[in-house]
């Protein structure tokens, strides 16, 4: 069996708090001495192994799958805040609710969603500024809540939507900022643990606003159930599943999924949003390329429309091996098991890096380039076994097709109506859950 070398105790204890601050420097560093695989052990009994590695990879998330569990920090940590919906749990009442879920994410589905998706994509770009530093994040991170909002309460039957979005907006987003806090900084949690001295930047204060959420979601749910409107949304389809044995999910467990939707489909989009606006400003061959796609935005079949678009789509294909905004994840071995010639210990943590994967110099022609090219169709079927920007195998993400329609949608009505130019010429980040933008600033003129 080979040997995993692992980096010393207290060499990795000597860089923790710029491993807090951004650990991918730290990473690198070590795949770079040690090769794509390397273990840490933060204190005793704890094992965390660290992989770029494209089998190992496949093995643990696709063909042992049933091997490996996601870990506590997703069940656990961000479950405590978003209840226990697909993201966040694991075994059989998982695989129960994906069945039932997936369906409203296939092509089918999502292609009744499009007009909703066009209006609000439409209605965000149009607050953009002209001539300004504008950082894109605030616009995409708006913009993509939005459409996961609208996609599953369409306008029909709800009271002061808009009001109640926004307010939906800020209660998850300060949920997700106080478990940030939680997990970076976790010998503050004593002070965060008590309402009175740390108020609203407390953890019983984020859990309270969480139940404020779950009472706005609950009655949108009765309102829809007593109302004799179908307006075909999300929040339609899933009300219409059904499980195996033929009964309907629960609210409470809808509530979950809701709020786990609206985490797991917002910030990521708007994290790839804002490194594909900045990439192609800092390529404008680029966008001379796109902008004759977009003459595809006319087709009344918006879904064949945006089909018609391949070039678009490589963009944003690029920009997530680039920038892919989930850009690790873990898991934990079940039982002992081997992969070729690794030993994996039963209980041992197993994190996979996206990000590193997507750039390895032995797998990507000149991997730090923006070569959107390198995903044209025939391409682009050589990079399955190491381009993972959802995941892979049957936890991979619901929804992909839905993230990537949106994606090229929105990249294609902001190149319809601006011409974008960058303000700095390096691209920053800031690696918190997800992969976020950091000053991506842009400047926009109409056309
Ligand atoms: C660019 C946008 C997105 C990216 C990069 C992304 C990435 C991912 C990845 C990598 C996973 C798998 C995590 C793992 O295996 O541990 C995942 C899971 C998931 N994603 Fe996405 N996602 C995006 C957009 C969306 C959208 C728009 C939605 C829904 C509206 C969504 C809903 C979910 C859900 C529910 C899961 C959990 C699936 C399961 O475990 O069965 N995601 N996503």
Redesign the pocket.
């Known amino acids: 069996m080979k040997q995993i070398e692992q980096v010393p105790t207290l060499t990795f204890l000597a860089k923790s708090r710029q491993i807090y601050k951004d650990p991918l420097p730290f990473h690198r560093e070590n795949f770079k001495k040690y090769g794509n695989t390397f273990k840490i052990s933060p204190k005793p009994g704890l094992l965390i192994h660290f992989t770029c590695d494209e089998k190992l990879t496949q093995h643990i998330?696709q063909k042992n799958q049933k091997n490996f569990n996601?870990s506590t920090l997703q069940t656990e940590d961000l479950g405590k805040y978003i209840g226990h919906g697909?993201?966040t749990e694991n075994g059989e009442k998982?695989r129960a609710n994906?069945k039932l879920i997936q369906p409203a994410f296939y092509k089918k589905s999502i292609s009744s969603l499009m007009n909703v998706m066009d209006e609000v994509i439409q209605e965000e770009i149009g607050k953009i500024k002209e001539d300004v530093a504008t950082d894109v994040y605030e616009i995409f991170n708006d913009l993509a809540f939005k459409v996961?909002a609208r996609s599953l309460f369409d306008f029909a039957d709800i009271d002061n939507l808009d009001s109640k979005i926004s307010r939906l907006q800020y209660i998850t987003e300060k949920a997700q900022k106080t478990l940030i806090k939680e997990l970076r900084i976790p010998w503050m949690k004593w002070y965060f643990d008590r309402e009175w001295l740390s108020g609203k930047k407390s953890i019983p204060h984020s859990l309270s606003l969480i139940e404020e959420a779950r009472e706005i979601l609950r009655n949108i749910i009765n309102n829809r159930r007593s109302g004799n409107k179908e307006p075909g949304d999300l929040l339609d389809m899933l009300l219409h599943s059904t499980y195996e044995d033929g009964s309907h999910m629960e609210d409470d467990q809808l509530i979950d999924e809701i709020l786990?939707?609206f985490i797991?489909?917002h910030e990521?989009?708007a994290n790839?949003l804002s490194f594909a606006a900045q990439l192609l400003a800092q390529h404008p061959e680029t966008i001379t390329k796109a902008t004759q796609e977009l003459q595809h935005l006319e087709n009344e079949n918006l879904m064949e429309g945006l089909m018609s678009m391949p070039y678009i789509k490589q963009c944003v294909e690029e920009t997530?091996r680039l920038y892919?905004?989930?850009y690790v994840?873990d898991r934990v071995a079940l039982e002992a098991d081997s992969c070729e010639d690794v030993e994996i210990e039963k209980g041992s943590i197993w994190l996979v890096s996206f990000y590193e994967m997507h750039r390895r110099q032995d797998l990507w022609e000149r991997p730090e380039e923006f070569i959107p090219e390198r995903f044209e169709k025939e391409k682009a079927k050589s990079y399955r076994d190491f381009y993972f920007?959802?995941?892979a195998g049957p936890?991979?993400?619901?929804?992909?097709n839905?993230?990537i329609f949106?994606?090229v949608l929105t990249s294609a009505r902001l190149l319809e109506r601006f011409e974008v130019k960058p303000v700095h010429d390096t691209i920053d980040y800031h690696p918190l859950i997800t992969l976020k933008p950091r000053n991506a600033q842009l400047i926009f003129k109409r056309k």
């Open positions: 998330l996601k697909l993201l998982w994906r996961v786990v939707l797991a489909g990521t989009t790839a997530l892919p905004p989930a994840t920007p959802f995941g936890r991979m993400c619901v929804g992909n839905f993230a949106e994606m």
